[in-house]
């Protein structure tokens, strides 16, 4: 879905420059160990919290919304018939022993090709999609579970090392449970069980969408008009159960906070105009498009938790909707200055909307 029309935005206009040491290459020792930066609307301080804080910014009543997504191990290496060597990333897998992919190849492989997997069996070409190929998998187990054993936890491209023992675990939020993503939601990496529960003896609700993360998250915004970008797809389910949480929470007076911008992302894809031509959250599964960025009003939820986002990215654009472009680059200067971790493994952010217009502010 492209973004409707806001004023002209560019890519570059979402540039900051980060030294690459507060990237994080590995995750701290314990999930809760991480810091928070609280960035409530303008003109109130920024404030520098441990996360461990987190029950004590919430009130009971209000409603954490996680992603339960589970990432598989998606990398795979196997060797043309020719001799060349092929890196496959899985995106999507899709049934029947068929899967969407990204080839890292010298050549680009022709429909019918095969490719010997070092892992043993082989994967066929059945065409392309885009960017994409659609290759079948031969192998002596079904997919799914043959890829616990022979695939390779897919690190992103910035966390500059192999990964390791740790990152099977570490690279998986404790509460993961559908499987079929190729990169985590990073914003759930600093839940244990211990803030888990603390946060239930404050009253804190809990509720879960399932959004599985693409390889195409990774990929840049080519375009500098950002009318131009076209998003990648993403499937996701917003359920029933938790429509009715979250009307069931606004009602009584809580607040609503998205665990990370996936989560943003599949409940902004399932609001739908009711009779009164009001926006409104209805249960919904399938693929969303849905490109946010500023000038677009985010309206299911009253809070957001997320990690620091890449230069020019499309999540980096998402919070500057959110919160405010000034606002959040006002964070990100904070952050860099107080030596706060990056990306992935990194620390996070508890942002509030900027009062008022939620966003407009390019």
Known sequence: MRPPAYPALKKSDFHYDLPPELIAQAPLPERSASRLLVVPPAPDALRDAPFRDLP???????????????????????????????????????????????????????????IALDAGGEAEVLGREGEFYVLRFHVDAPLESWLLDA??????????????????????????????????????????????????????????????VGAGTFQPVRADDLSQ??????WINVGAELVEKMRRTREAGGRV?????????????????????RRA????????????????RI????????????????????VSAFAGKARVFEAYEHAIHE?????????????????????ADA
């Not at 996680?66 to 990333?89: C, H, S, W």
């Not at 959250?281 to 946010?292: D, H, S, V």
């Open 229 to 234: 970008h076209v998003m990648h797809s993403e």
């Open 56 to 114: 004590q910014l919430l009130a009971p009543g209000d409603l954490l919304v996680f992603n339960d997504t589970r990432v598989i191990p998606a990398r795979l290496y196997g060797q043309k018939t020719t001799g060349g060597r092929v890196e496959i990333l899985i995106e999507r897998l899709l049934g029947g022993e068929r899967a969407r992919v990204q080839l890292g190849v010298s050549k680009s492989p022709k429909e019918g090709a095969r």
């Open 151 to 212: 695939g390779r936890l897919p690190l992103p491209p910035y966390i500059r090392r192999e990964p390791g023992r740790d990152d099977a675990e570490r690279y998986q939020t404790v509460f993961a449970r559908e499987v079929g993503a190729v990169a985590a939601p990073t914003a759930g990496l600093h839940f244990d069980e211990t803030l888990l529960e603390a946060l239930q003896a404050r009253g804190v609700q809990f509720g879960h969408v399932t959004l599985h």
């Open 281 to 296: 959250l209805q249960p919904f599964a399938g693929e969303t498009r849905l490109f946010i960025l500023p000038g677009y």
């Open 299 to 318: 309206a299911s939820v009253d809070a957001l938790i997320t990690n620091f986002h890449l230069p020019e990215s499309t999540l980096l654009m998402m």
């Open 339 to 359: 030596r706060y971790r990056f990306f992935s493994y990194g620390d996070a952010m508890l942002l509030w909307p900027q009062a008022a217009t939620n966003g």
């Open 257 to 277: 906070i998205a665990v990370g911008t996936t989560v943003v992302r599949a409940l902004e894809s399932a609001m739908r105009e009711d009779e009164q031509g």
